[in-house]
C-alpha cells in the first residue's frame, strides 16, 4: 500500500543552520510528490512539488528537495534556516488521484 | 483569487450529537477533498471528490461520515453520532484536478476544529 515516512518528528536548530527533513514514499510506480508546510496559526500552503524532469525542486523561502527515485525518497532542505521557518511540515505522495500525507515535522528555529 | 473557505472554524459537541461541516472551493476546481487531521498527525484523506462524483472514501467511516457536493461546488461533512475520537481538525482542500494541467497542487482552508467531549 502506498505509504509516506518522515522520520523527524521534532526539529530544533538555531538561526542559520542548515535543515534536512527526510521523506521515504512506498509506492513503485510514477508518483508526484509535495511538501506542504503550515506556519502557526495558518492553514497547510504548498512549499514545493516534483511531477517529472529536473530531481532537484526549488520552492518558496529558499526551500529545495531532491527527487531521489533509486532511494524513495524527497527530502527537503535549506542551507540556512530562519526564525520564521518555524513550522510543521508535511512530505505528501501522489499515485494516480490517490494522495498521501506524512505525519509531519515540528521544526523549531531558535532566534 | 479567493482561497477555500470553511465553516465553522470551531465546534464543541457532546458525544452521540451530530454536526456539519461547511466547505467552499476555489471557482473552477474539479476536485475536492476531506481529511481528518488528529493531533500530532498527518491529514487523513476522508473522501474525495471529482465534480458531484465521489472518486476515493475508502477511509470515510460510512457508519457515522456522510458527505455531499451537490452541483460540483459547495460540500457538507457531517458526523451523526459523533464520538470523543471524532475530536480533531477537518480540513478540505481543492485542486484543478486536470490530467491535461498536470497540476494536483492542492489549496487548503483553514479547518474546523471539533472538539467532543
Known amino acids: 500500500a502506498q505509504s509516506v515516512s518522515q522520520h523527524n518528528h521534532h526539529v530544533i536548530l538555531s538561526e542559520a543552520a542548515s535543515l534536512e527533513l527526510g521523506c521515504n514514499y512506498s509506492?513503485?510506480?510514477?508518483?508526484?510528490l509535495f511538501w506542504y508546510v503550515q506556519y502557526p496559526g495558518q492553514h497547510l500552503q504548498l512549499l514545493l512539488k516534483y511531477f517529472s524532469g529536473d530531481p532537484l525542486v526549488k520552492g518558496i523561502k529558499g526551500f529545495e528537495a531532491e527527487f531521489i527515485k533509486s532511494k524513495f525518497s524527497f527530502n527537503l532542505r535549506k542551507p540556512s534556516v530562519q526564525w520564521s521557518d518555524t513550522a510543521e511540515y508535511f512530505c505528501?505522495?501522489?499515485?494516480?488521484?490517490?494522495?498521501?500525507f506524512g505525519t509531519g515535522t515540528r521544526l523549531k528555529v531558535l532566534a | 483569487e479567493a482561497g477555500v473557505a470553511q465553516s465553522p472554524r470551531y465546534k464543541i459537541i457532546e458525544k452521540r450529537q451530530s454536526v456539519a461541516f461547511w466547505c467552499n472551493p476555489i471557482s473552477g476546481h474539479a476536485t475536492l477533498y476531506w481529511y481528518q487531521q488528529i493531533l500530532g498527525q498527518g491529514p487523513k484523506l476522508l473522501i474525495q471528490f471529482q465534480n458531484n462524483g465521489v472518486v476515493d472514501d475508502s477511509q470515510l467511516p460510512k457508519d457515522r461520515f456522510s458527505a455531499e457536493r451537490l452541483k460540483g461546488v459547495d460540500s457538507t461533512l457531517k458526523i451523526q453520532p459523533a464520538k470523543l475520537e471524532d475530536s480533531a481538525v477537518y480540513l478540505c482542500?481543492?485542486?484543478?484536478?486536470?490530467?491535461?494541467?498536470?497540476?494536483?497542487?492542492?489549496?487548503f482552508g483553514p479547518g474546523t476544529r471539533l472538539t467532543v467531549t
Open positions: 482542500a481543492s485542486s484543478l484536478g486536470s490530467r491535461a494541467l498536470g497540476s494536483y497542487e492542492q489549496y
Open positions: 509506492y513503485g510506480g510514477t508518483v508526484n
Open positions: 505528501a505522495s501522489q499515485e494516480t488521484y490517490k494522495y498521501i
